[in-house]
C-alpha cells in the first residue's frame, strides 16, 4: 500500500495561484478532499488512474486542476484565483478500488489518506 504525502501547502494571497502535491498510487483513482474549521470533509477534485477522467467539486471549476504523473507516482492540484474561502486542510486519498475509470466523489470511496497540509488564503 502506497503512503500518501502532501506537499506544498502554505499561506497564499488571494487571487494568487498554489500547487499541492501528493505521493500517489499510480493504479487507483486519486482524488482531493479539503476540510476547513467546523466544517465536514469535502470533496474537491478527482482523477482516474489512467488521468482520462476528472471531477470537480462546483466551487472550484475553473479554478482548480487536478492532474498526475503515474511515472512519478504524483497527483497534483493546482489552484488559480484563490479566495479566503477555499483556506483549509486539503489531504489527498486513494480511491478503494484499482484499474477503475470510476471516480469516487465520497470519503467512503477512499481508502487511503495522507496527513494533509494546510493551506491559507489571506484576504
Known amino acids: 500500500q502506497v503512503q500518501l504525502v502532501e506537499s506544498g501547502g502554505g499561506l497564499v494571497q488571494a487571487g494568487g495561484s498554489h500547487r499541492l502535491s501528493c505521493a500517489a498510487d499510480?493504479?487507483?483513482?486519486m482524488g482531493w478532499f479539503r476540510q476547513a474549521p467546523g466544517k465536514e470533509r469535502e470533496f474537491v477534485a478527482g482523477?482516474?488512474?489512467?488521468?482520462?477522467?476528472?471531477y470537480y467539486t462546483d466551487s472550484v471549476k475553473g479554478r482548480f486542476t487536478i492532474s498526475r504523473d503515474n511515472a512519478k507516482n504524483t497527483v497534483y492540484l493546482q489552484m488559480n484565483s484563490l479566495k479566503p474561502e477555499d483556506t483549509a486542510v486539503y489531504y489527498c486519498?486513494?480511491?478503494?478500488?484499482?484499474?477503475?475509470?470510476?471516480?469516487?466523489?465520497?470519503?467512503?470511496?477512499?481508502?487511503?489518506w495522507g496527513q494533509g497540509t494546510q493551506v491559507t488564503v489571506s484576504s
Open positions: 499510480s493504479r487507483r483513482s
Open positions: 486519498a486513494a480511491q478503494k478500488v484499482p484499474w477503475t475509470t470510476v471516480v469516487g466523489r465520497t470519503p467512503l470511496d477512499f481508502g487511503s
Open positions: 482523477i482516474s488512474w489512467s488521468g482520462g477522467t476528472t
